[in-house]
């Protein structure tokens, strides 16, 4: 195993291009191409906005939202295991390259997905999401690895940056073939979209080769060699799970980082559905507006970047989740595109400062030189994705019952109330540690 050079340029950019591969999926499949294709394929004059799901009658956006709520569900329950694993036998990377081509390849089998094929498409769909899940624990584990305390939120600002800006150009590629066809001599509507489910996933697992090149595998535990490795997996969890418990700073993080994730991510999910369903607007638009999301988010993570150096992280969170709340409050009254435009810069603004400032925040509380950093990485990611199954499933199901989407927006504010109030817990304790 090579040792890593901390704040090495060289490395650090190759670390960011994982975020640029994967972040693809991330908009195409999240946020827009998928979400638009599968609300249109699937709204039909005959059932409406209800379909058949092995035999059972469910509300599209539903189905997805639980779907995508089952993936993150069984990932949080495997994360801490398999962290554990990789920590122990020295297989970080070697893991991390089995999640990213797992979540390729189910990708590229979205372009056979059509409504005569929906109980395979949703089948892929959650398994794309179980590798960009399994991918981006291992990927955030390399931070504090790369990275000198000082310096994490600008490195994790920058990796995020990347990722959006890898994303935007993959998606106009995409929206060449979506938008203009003819130019291709095109004449079924579902290949451009499809053809974008295949492309995101080559992307994905061609991009990711060079930080596969450039990050090494951690080294093989001797300590626990001789024992079997169920055993030491274990034992790693546990003896990780101890020391985050004597942790007094993560232990009050990540409570708050569980709520205002599980609003956060629900958003970032269910924005596009929210805008073809109460406004109507067709497939493009909402493209153009998370594209729109994805700019704004760029100067979003730096802004919050440059803003926690001088103000500290947790003030900083504080405040972009306070307009957080006055995002899910809106998203009630809105009834205009104009207005859903504003919006969306909005969640752009605070959506790239919250992503990455909560995950340097969280390596910034780990202890210096600690070498699992996949295990302690593991309670961060499965944090964040029992927030994703508590807020899709809640949006899932307000909107089941209500059969009105607006509802399940407004109830997100209560995640973002609750974790605000624990991190004005934690900054005051943070405040006593330090006086």
Not at 3 to 12: G, H, T
Not at 375 to 401: C, P, R, W
Request: glycine share 6%; hydrophobic share 55%; net charge positive.
């Amino acid at each position: 195993m090579r040792v890593i050079e901390k704040n090495n340029k060289r490395l650090i950019r190759s670390w960011s291009m994982f975020d640029w591969a994967n972040s693809a999926y991330n908009l195409v499949i999240t946020s827009t191409i998928f979400p638009a294709y599968y609300t249109a394929i699937t709204q039909t004059t005959e059932n409406g906005d209800v379909v058949h799901f092995f035999g059972w009658k469910v509300i599209n956006t539903a189905l997805s939202n639980f779907a995508l709520a089952f993936s993150y569900l069984f990932m949080a329950f495997i994360l801490p295991f398999v962290s554990s694993y990789a920590d122990v036998q020295g297989k970080k990377k070697t893991m991390m390259m089995f999640f990213t081509y797992f979540g390729a390849i189910a990708c590229m089998g979205l372009f056979f997905f059509r409504l005569e094929t929906l109980e395979l498409g949703i089948i892929l769909f959650g398994l794309a999401a179980m590798g960009y899940i399994g991918g981006v624990l291992f990927n955030n584990s390399y931070l504090p690895e790369i990275a000198t305390v000082d310096k994490q939120d600008s490195v994790s600002a920058q990796g995020f940056a990347f990722g959006y800006v890898g994303c935007v150009t993959l998606q106009l590629i995409c929206l060449v073939f979506i938008l203009k066809p003819d130019w291709f001599g095109i004449t079924d509507l579902s290949f451009g979209p499809r053809l974008s489910f295949l492309l995101v996933g080559i992307w994905w697992a061609g991009f990711s080769t060079i930080p596969f090149l450039a990050l090494p595998n951690n080294q093989k535990s001797t300590i626990r060699a001789s024992k079997k490795i169920f055993r030491t997996v274990i034992i790693e969890f546990r003896i990780v799970m101890r020391r985050i418990q004597k942790m007094q700073r993560i232990r009050r993080f990540l409570p708050a980082y569980f709520f205002y994730s599980a609003g956060v991510q629900t958003v970032m999910i269910v924005a596009a559905a929210f805008g073809a369903k109460e406004l109507q607007l067709e497939s493009a638009k909402l493209i153009i507006t998370i594209l729109l999301i994805q700019l704004v988010a760029i100067l979003g993570a730096f802004l919050m970047s440059k803003l926690s150096a001088r103000f500290g992280n947790i003030k900083i969170l504080i405040a972009v989740v306070l307009v957080w709340i006055g995002v899910c409050v809106s998203a009630f009254f809105i009834k205009t595109e104009v207005e859903f435009y504003v919006l969306a810069c909005l969640v752009g603004l605070v959506m790239g400062g919250i992503q990455s400032l909560s995950r340097s925040t969280y390596s910034k509380f780990l202890p210096e030189n600690i070498k699992d950093t996949t295990s302690f990485f593991s309670f961060y990611d499965v944090t964040e994705k029992l927030a994703i199954v508590l807020g899709l499933f809640s949006f899932g199901l307000i909107e089941q019952f209500t059969h009105n989407i607006r509802y399940s927006a407004l109830f997100l504010s209560v995640f973002f109330i609750i974790g605000c109030g624990l991190l004005f817990r934690l900054l005051r304790f943070n405040k006593v540690m330090t006086s």
